[in-house]
C-alpha cells in the first residue's frame, strides 16, 4: 500500500494589527546600517481581498497569504538601501504597556507531575485569556539584565484559566500551592514544551523559567520576513529619457537640458572647454552637472520661437 503524504504550506491570514514592523536605512552597500526604527503596522500594510464574484461577506473575504504593502513617501524619501523587518507581534501588558511578567512556576493539582507557568490575565487582551487562546505562542526570556537568553524557547502546548489552591505535600503536614482549573480564575496556567524531564535525567526538569521574570511572548501566525527596497534617483523610463527623449543644447550660454516625456526639464548641464593659457587650444570638453535649473530652457518655448 503507498504510503501518501498529506498537507501544505499554509498561507497566513494574520491581522496586521499582529505584526511589528521595523526598518533600517544605508546610502550605499558600504555603508552598515546603524540604527533600527519602528513603523506602525497598520499604516503600511493592508489585507486583499478575493474578487468581487468570489466574495461571500465577512472574514471570508480575505485572500490568505497576499498583503498590500505601502511605503509612505514622509518616510521612504531618500536614495538608499531599506531594510523592512516584519515579525509577529510581542504581546505587552495592557495595564503597563511593558513585558509580560511569570506570576509562578507551578503543576497542576489534580495532575502534580504537569509543570508550567503562570501568568496573570490581567496583562492580556481579554481575547487571548480564553482557554487556549494562547495555543501555539512563543516565549523567550529576559535575564535579570534585561537582555534576551538567546536560544531559548518554549512553546505553549496549552492555556487554561486557573486559581491557587494550597494542598499538603504526601503525607507531610507542609503546604504548598498548587492550581486547580476554573473559568472564573485570572491567573493562567501555560503549559510548555519542552517541561518534563527526559528519561536520560528524570530529575532534571528542563528551563521554563521562574518566578517574576519577564518573557517575550509572541504569536507563530506566520515567519519573520525581511525585505530590502533599494531606492535609485533614476529608474529606467528616466534613463531611456536621457538616451533618447528630447534635448536641447543652449549654443550660447552652453547648457544642455534633457526633458522627461511631458518635456518637462529634468536634469542641465553646463558645456564648456577648458584651453591652454599660451596656445588656446582646448584641453579638455567639460559637461558639469547644474545644481540649479535654468526655466528660461522651456522646451515649448524655445520651439515654437523657432517655429515662429
Known sequence: MAVGTYGNVRPADVSPLDIEVYYTFAPDRETFATETFSITSTDVISNLLLPTDQQTGGEENILEGFYNMSLPATIFNQVGIYTLYLRPKILTDVSTDGHIKIVDCGVLSALPTVKGI??????????????????????????????????????????????????????????????????????????????????????????????NQTILMSNTYFNPVAIEVEFVENDIDSLVNYIAGEQIKDVDNGVLSYYDEDRNITRQFDLYEIKDDVSEVSLYEVKERRTNIDPTQDFDEITEDVEQ
Not at 524557547?153 to 491557587?164: A, F, H, L, Q
Not at 503546604?175 to 510548555?192: E, H, K, M, P
Open 118 to 211: 503562570i501568568i496573570d490575565g490581567n496583562q492580556l487582551d481579554t481575547d487571548l485569556t480564553a482557554n487556549n487562546g494562547l495555543q501555539g505562542y512563543k516565549i523567550e526570556y529576559l535575564d535579570t539584565n534585561g537582555n534576551k537568553i538567546r536560544n531559548t524557547v518554549r512553546y505553549v502546548v496549552t492555556s487554561n484559566k486557573v486559581i491557587p489552591v494550597t494542598e499538603n505535600i504526601g503525607n507531610t503536614s507542609q503546604t504548598a500551592v498548587r492550581y486547580r482549573f476554573d473559568d472564573s480564575g485570572n491567573l493562567i496556567f501555560l503549559q510548555v514544551t519542552q517541561s518534563s524531564a527526559s528519561n536520560v535525567k528524570p530529575n532534571v526538569t528542563p528551563f521554563i523559567g521562574v518566578p
